[in-house]
């Protein structure tokens, strides 16, 4: 009589079990660095407007009072911010990104802001939230 090969019950609800501790330990990690490296979506676009921002002020003497002013949008490029502009004054504005869809998971930085008052720009509200 041959005994049959292969794998058992027992081993394979072992394996799955081995294979959800995994997962349920890999993937916060991965949420997490997905969640900050979407971040740069929201910097390139505040970097976008601090650029137009200088540009405007460098021929008209002042800041632009609003995004269609620079020909720019209120998403960031791969939409998952939406993006606010206010001026405060002739020298000074804030830029903000604010979290949209799946992004809105970010705790760490809810929304991201620049900050810009006589060409001199303040990062915030975390510096963290700047590095990617």
Do not use: H, M
């Given at each position: 009589m041959?005994?049959?090969?292969?794998?058992?019950?027992?081993?394979?609800?072992?394996?799955?079990?081995?294979?959800?501790?995994?997962?349920?330990?890999?993937?916060p990690s991965?949420?997490?660095?997905l969640?900050?490296?979407h971040r740069?979506?929201?910097?390139?676009?505040?970097r976008?407007?601090g650029a137009?921002?200088?540009r405007?002020?460098?021929?008209?003497?002042?800041y632009?009072a609003?995004?269609?002013?620079?020909?720019l949008?209120?998403?960031?490029?791969?939409?998952?911010?939406?993006?606010?502009?206010?001026?405060?004054?002739?020298?000074?504005?804030e830029?903000?990104a604010?979290?949209?869809?799946?992004?809105?998971?970010d705790r760490?930085c809810?929304?991201?802001?620049?900050?810009?008052?006589?060409?001199?720009?303040?990062e915030?509200?975390?510096?963290?939230?700047?590095?990617?």
């Open positions: 041959q005994r049959e090969r292969g794998f058992g019950f027992v081993d394979i609800l072992a394996a799955c079990a081995i294979a959800g501790v995994l997962a349920g330990v890999a993937l991965y949420q997490s660095t969640l900050k490296s740069s979506d929201a910097l390139a676009a505040l976008r407007i137009a921002q200088e405007y002020r460098g021929s008209n003497g002042f632009a609003d995004l269609a002013t620079l020909g949008a209120a998403r960031s490029p791969q939409g998952l911010y939406a993006i606010e502009l206010q001026v405060n004054g002739r020298d000074r504005y830029a903000a604010t979290p949209l869809a799946a992004q809105q998971s760490a809810p929304r991201i802001v620049l900050e810009v008052a006589s060409g001199f720009p303040t915030g509200p975390v510096k963290g939230c700047w590095t990617r």
